[in-house]
């Protein structure tokens, strides 16, 4: 069982909308949380990084929230943009160590897409 | 352009063939990754490599997937007897262990498809 789940799996909105995605998670224990974008036929490109004190960080129209107590984090996406069609990963983390290795674990992300 | 580079960016290849893929992560970055992405779904571990010491490797590398990197630079991960479960997209990422937290830098992968 993935233990990093994302929701939803697609996403269609219009351009200049707001949306948010989800990602629930059981990794333990918590180091840090990742939110990455991912272009069709491309790698991931890190949007945030959040560790446990942390509970929002923006990047531009990104803004991410994390809640370390019931396990979840969200990606709002602010007046979106055709460039912003994507898959949208949670990467969660765990142990101390700083993401060296097998510490990470990847969602299947959230499959967006940005319509006119 | 500074970023992580793979190459080649596509590999069609018969079953049963080799295959080596090369990646070159950004200079200053003293860990490397690989990870296998199928489609619709997020990246998989596969190894790690601190300079050049190879320090993981996930269950998923069978003993027909070798990954090295010499002199802590560029990697190469090259799959023998390729199987048809073999196509995916490979990633390479790279980071800086600077004791905090540094996110991982990809490349845009190789694409193999085996025939």
């Known amino acids: 069982k993935n233990q990093v789940e994302q929701s939803p799996q697609s996403l269609i909105i219009l351009e200049g909308k707001n949306c948010t995605l989800q990602?629930?998670?059981?990794?333990?224990?918590?180091?840090?949380l990742r939110w990455y974008k991912q272009d069709t036929g491309r790698g991931p490109v890190s949007l945030t990084i959040m560790t446990f004190s942390e509970n929002t960080k923006s990047n531009g129209r990104y803004t991410a929230t994390l809640d370390a107590d019931t396990k979840q984090s969200s990606l709002h996406i602010t007046a979106s943009q055709l460039s912003d069609s994507a898959s949208y990963i949670c990467v969660v983390s765990k142990g101390r160590v700083t993401g060296g290795g097998n510490k990470l674990t990847f969602g299947t992300g959230t499959q967006l897409k940005v319509e006119l | 352009d500074t970023g992580v580079s793979q190459n080649p960016r596509h590999k069609i290849t018969k079953r049963g063939q080799n295959v080596t893929f090369r990646c070159d992560p950004i200079s200053e970055h003293n860990r490397l990754y690989w990870y296998r992405q199928t489609l619709g779904q997020g990246p998989e571990f596969l190894t790690y490599?601190?300079?050049?010491?190879?320090?993981?490797k996930s269950r998923l590398l069978s003993d027909r997937f070798s990954a090295e990197r010499p002199k802590g630079s560029f990697s190469t991960l090259e799959i023998q007897r390729t199987e048809q479960g073999d196509s995916a997209m490979y990633l390479c990422?790279?980071?800086?262990?600077?004791?905090?937290?540094?996110?991982?830098?990809f490349g845009d992968g190789t694409r193999l498809s085996i025939l």
């Open positions: 990602c629930n998670y059981t990794v333990s224990p918590f180091s840090n």
């Open positions: 490599f601190q300079n050049e010491a190879q320090l993981e």
């Open positions: 990422a790279s980071s800086l262990d600077t004791g905090g937290y540094q996110p991982q830098h």
